[in-house]
């Protein structure tokens, strides 16, 4: 499979504190990758930096072939130049558009779609998808589930499209039988759309039962990497993650 994103050596800080040290990581197109990691591990600055919202200090990010980040500051895309490039980032915490409805939301997904014709298409497909979306699509935001609104939020990022779809925990805060249930769809998303997905979740054994390949993060640095399979059997990652 070729390789779709390639990190290279990067390291991020807020100020003086050092988040990321040294992380690398490579993603094929077509898998579902996993970055599982406690609290405060560094995953929302890794997922932030690959869209372009963290600079790096060191290492560079390359996407499809071209380089989209890197410590030198006139050498990376701006984060619209990164989404329109195929990258779509659900934030954590979903940051839904809470006093738009969700049929706005979607609009704002596809804010780099000029032909109206396309955008209709897609969110007929979205309203196919998550029928919970299209039966409330003239509804505020705000009056949606925990769970809708997380499958909303994933709805508004496949809006663009994207090669390269990244989850910053998608089950946070949510019940089991609907966090599975997102995560079946993100399954289908995968196999059906042939979106590559890059997925951070607390969740580390629905993670890792989910995905071809998996890092873990501990306090900014990559300490393991295998097939999920192999991290779900292995000692360190079910002492640490899978609570066994
Ligand atoms: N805006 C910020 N300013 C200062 N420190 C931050 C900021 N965001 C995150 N951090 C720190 O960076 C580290 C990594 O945070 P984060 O990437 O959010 O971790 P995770 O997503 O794995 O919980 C933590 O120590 C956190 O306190
Ligand atoms: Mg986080």
Do not use: W
């Not at 934030?91 to 997904?109: K, Q, Y």
């Amino acid at each position: 499979m070729a390789e779709i994103l390639k990190i290279d050596d990067i390291s991020v800080s807020y100020g003086s504190i050092r988040a990321l040290s040294d992380v690398s990581m490579s993603i094929d197109e077509g898998a579902i990758v996993s970055l599982i990691g406690a609290n405060g591990a560094g995953k929302s600055t890794l997922l932030n930096a690959i869209v372009g919202l963290q600079p790096l200090k060191t290492g560079s990010i390359t996407f499809a072939g071209e380089t989209i980040c890197q410590s030198k500051h006139h050498g990376s895309l701006t984060t619209d130049l990164i989404a329109r490039r195929g990258i779509a980032l659900v934030p954590e915490g979903r940051h839904v558009f809470a006093d738009m409805t969700v049929e706005e939301n979607l609009d704002m997904g596809a804010f780099m779609v000029k032909d109206q014709s396309v955008i209709e298409k897609r969110k007929d497909e979205m309203y196919d998808f998550f029928p919970i979306l299209g039966a409330r699509r003239k509804q505020k935001t705000r009056s949606l589930s925990g769970g809708e609104q997380q499958m909303m939020a994933i709805a508004r990022a496949l809006m663009s499209a994207p090669r390269l779809l990244l989850l910053d925990e998608p089950g946070l805060g949510l019940a089991p039988l609907i966090v599975q249930d997102i995560f079946s769809k993100i399954r289908i998303i995968n196999e059906e759309n042939k979106v590559t997905v890059f997925l951070v979740e607390q969740n580390a054994r629905l993670a890792l039962r989910s995905s071809s390949y998996g890092y873990v993060l501990e306090n900014g640095r990559i300490v393991l990497e295998d097939k999920g399979s192999a991290l779900l059997m292995n000692e360190r990652v079910q002492k640490a993650y899978l609570g066994a």
